[in-house]
């Protein structure tokens, strides 16, 4: 990864609905256009996330998406109505920012969930992304992504002692559907209700990002609350998109040159999406990590992000 830097321009960016971004940029104010999409949903951005680029080459762009980081409202008040948060309302601010920065064509970088939004947004705008690099790949489908992120039978099984403390916190009799029963209780308005529901769900979410264990980040309770309430809003909603639908939708970027990364060991986002969409779309460049989890910054990942980025450069 390339040093830190520091952003030499920032600001906050209406996007309707009461909604606004905060949004930054660093590197080369005249170099090459990228737009890095965070995690989660509701992860919001962080520092390292501007060091997979050369910062003498690339204008690099990030944002907080609607509800987490520095935009406004913020989700960690669970008075703030989560209707106006789907997946066409990201793709819409996108466009917003793209038009108030100036930008014609800009490459995709997006790791997770990031990596979902980038592909929705690429096959609605492909005039807009002049390249992709894709780690960690979700291509969401809700039975699936429920029976494996919160089903006993699914990373459950491979996480026991962590699994346990999600699950007791809801009582037995709600336990066949805990993506539901962390819903009612992340929008309760009691803090007694939501506070803990957002601990034990954000450290279920946060368990295993890596190959190796890793201490996980002490977030504060408003960052906490936030992530698991927008997480919990996409994840119950096949985040807004029909099953297949970024499978289906690849002859839209066909034509993108595109890398496409994965860990051999993700447990978040296991390699079964990233093969699938490798067969959609063997034009893209497709790599398994096998000494790596979900972690972007495990050496076998990060060279290869690395690696990319300077080659898409020019």
């Known amino acids: 990864m390339y040093p830190p830097t520091e952003p030499h321009a920032r600001g906050m960016l209406p996007v309707g609905d009461g909604q606004e971004l905060y949004w930054e940029e660093c590197g080369n104010p005249d170099g090459k256009p990228a737009l890095v999409l965070h995690g989660g949903p509701g992860g919001g951005i962080l520092p390292s996330l501007r060091r997979w680029f050369d910062?003498?080459?690339?204008?690099?762009?990030?944002?907080?998406?609607?509800?987490?980081?520095?935009?406004?409202?913020?989700?960690?008040?669970?008075?703030?109505?989560?209707?106006?948060?789907?997946?066409?309302?990201?793709?819409?601010?996108?466009?917003?920012?793209?038009?108030?920065?100036?930008?014609?064509?800009?490459?995709?970088?997006?790791?997770?969930?990031?990596?979902?939004?980038?592909?929705?947004?690429?096959?609605?705008?492909?005039?807009?992304?002049?390249?992709?690099?894709?780690?960690?790949?979700?291509?969401?489908?809700?039975?699936?992504?429920?029976?494996?992120?919160?089903?006993?039978?699914?990373?459950?099984?491979?996480?026991?002692?962590?699994?346990?403390?999600?699950?007791?916190?809801?009582?037995?009799?709600?336990?066949?559907?805990?993506?539901?029963?962390?819903?009612?209780?992340?929008?309760?308005?009691?803090?007694?209700?939501?506070?803990?529901?957002?601990?034990?769900?954000?450290?279920?979410?946060?368990?295993?990002?890596?190959?190796?264990?890793?201490?996980p980040p002490d977030l504060d309770d408003a960052t906490l609350i936030a992530f698991s309430r927008i997480l919990q809003h996409y994840l119950s909603r096949q985040c807004f998109l029909t099953k297949d639908e970024l499978l289906d939708g690849v002859d839209r970027i066909r034509h993108i040159p595109a890398v496409i990364i994965n860990g051999r060991y993700d447990m978040k986002t296991p390699p079964d999406a990233a093969y699938a969409l490798h067969r959609a779309w063997p034009e893209a460049e497709y790599h398994i990590v096998e000494d790596a989890g979900h972690g972007g910054s495990e050496p076998g990942t990060a060279r290869l992000l690395v690696r990319a980025t300077d080659r898409f450069r020019k």
């Open 55 to 215: 910062p003498d080459a690339y204008r690099i762009i990030l944002f907080d998406q609607r509800g987490c980081g520095q935009s406004r409202p913020h989700a960690g008040d669970v008075r703030v109505d989560l209707s106006v948060n789907t997946t066409a309302h990201l793709v819409a601010d996108i466009e917003l920012l793209r038009a108030h920065l100036g930008i014609e064509r800009w490459l995709l970088f997006g790791g997770s969930w990031g990596s979902t939004l980038a592909l929705a947004y690429a096959q609605r705008r492909p005039e807009a992304v002049s390249e992709m690099v894709l780690r960690g790949v979700w291509l969401p489908d809700l039975e699936a992504d429920t029976a494996w992120a919160t089903g006993p039978h699914g990373a459950a099984r491979l996480f026991p002692e962590d699994y346990e403390r999600l699950r007791d916190l809801i009582p037995p009799a709600e336990r066949d559907d805990l993506t539901s029963a962390y819903g009612r209780r992340l929008n309760d308005p009691d803090p007694s209700v939501h506070v803990p529901a957002a601990r034990a769900w954000g450290a279920w979410e946060m368990a295993a990002n890596t190959l190796l264990p890793v201490p």
